[in-house]
C-alpha cells in the first residue's frame, strides 16, 4: 500500500530519450515544463533536450552517480517543502543502470508521492529488436571491470536458458564478445544493438564468433547492448497465433 502523505511536493522519475529526441511522451514534456526543479545527470545534454521542446532550464541541477550521495538530501527537502522535483538521467529511465534508486528510497522512507513518467529505455528496446526469446530474461547493466567478476556472472549466464542483456562501452565491446567465446562458448547466439534510435542504428545477429569477425573490421563507435543466449531450440518456439 502506497503510505505517501500526499503533500503538494512530487518526485517525478522521468524516461527521456536514448537518442531520437522525438521519443518523448507528451507527458514527460508537460511534467518537465511544470517541474519547479529538474535534476539531471548531465547538464549539458539535458539542456538540448530542454531547448528542443522550450522548456525553460529553470532550476537545472546536476544529480549523478559521482554526487548522488550529497544532492538527494537536498532534493528531498525540496520536495518536503512543496516542490515539483523531476529526475531525469542522460538517456533512457532513471534507475536503470543509472542514478535513481537512492532518491526513490529516500522518497518512499520519507512518505513523499513518486510518480514514474515511463518512456523508451534501451533494455526494452534491446528486448524487442534482438530476435532473441524474451519471455524470461536477465538484465545485467555494465559488467564489474575486474576479471574474475565478469567471468563469474558469464558463467551464470551461460548456464540459464534465459536470454542476457548487458550494456557496453566501445571501448570493451570487443573484450566482451571473446570472454562470451570463452566461457559461454563460441556457438552462442547473440545480438548486438548500437546506436539504438540514432541516425547511425544498428542491430547485428548471428553466434557470437560472427559478429566478433564483423566488428573486428570496423572502427567501433557508439554505446551497445549484448543480448546473449544459450537456450537451445524447443518445439514450442513459434508464435502464439500459429
Known amino acids: 500500500m502506497d503510505k505517501s502523505k500526499g503533500t503538494n511536493g512530487v518526485l517525478y522519475l522521468i524516461a527521456t530519450p536514448i537518442g531520437n529526441l522525438e521519443d518523448i511522451t507528451y507527458r514527460a514534456v508537460r511534467i518537465l515544463g511544470e ?19 522550450s522548456i525553460p532550464a529553470k532550476r537545472l541541477i546536476s544529480h549523478h552517480m559521482q554526487n548522488e550521495h550529497k544532492t538527494f538530501d537536498y532534493i528531498i527537502e525540496e520536495v518536503k517543502n512543496g516542490k515539483k522535483v523531476a529526475l531525469i538521467t542522460e538517456a533512457g529511465a532513471p534507475c536503470i543502470s543509472d542514478p535513481g534508486f537512492l532518491m526513490i528510497r529516500e522518497a518512499v ?23 532473441l526469446p524474451v519471455e524470461k530474461f536477465s538484465f545485467y547493466g555494465f559488467l564489474p571491470p575486474k576479471h574474475g567478476a565478469r567471468t563469474r556472472i558469464l558463467t551464470e549466464i551461460g548456464q540459464d536458458e534465459k536470454t542476457a542483456f548487458i550494456f557496453e562501452s566501445p571501448y570493451r565491446v570487443i573484450k566482451l564478445l ?20 540514432k541516425m547511425h542504428e544498428e542491430i547485428i545477429r548471428g553466434k557470437v564468433t560472427e559478429v566478433l569477425k564483423i566488428l573486428e573490421s570496423r572502427a567501433i563507435k557508439g554505446e551497445f547492448v549484448v543480448c546473449i543466449s544459450n537456450r537451445k531450440p524447443r518445439k514450442d518456439d513459434v508464435s502464439r497465433d500459429e
Not at 571473446?178 to 534510435?197: F, L
Open 35 to 53: 517541474a519547479d526543479i529538474i535534476a539531471a545527470e548531465d547538464t549539458r545534454k539535458s539542456r538540448i533536450l530542454l531547448d528542443r521542446y
Open 109 to 131: 522512507k520519507n512518505e513523499i508521492k513518486v510518480e514514474i513518467i515511463p518512456g523508451v529505455s534501451a533494455l526494452v528496446f534491446a528486448a524487442m529488436a534482438c530476435a
Open 178 to 197: 571473446n570472454e562470451i567465446i570463452e566461457v559461454i562458448g563460441p556457438e552462442a547466439d547473440i545480438a548486438i544493438i548500437r546506436e539504438a534510435t
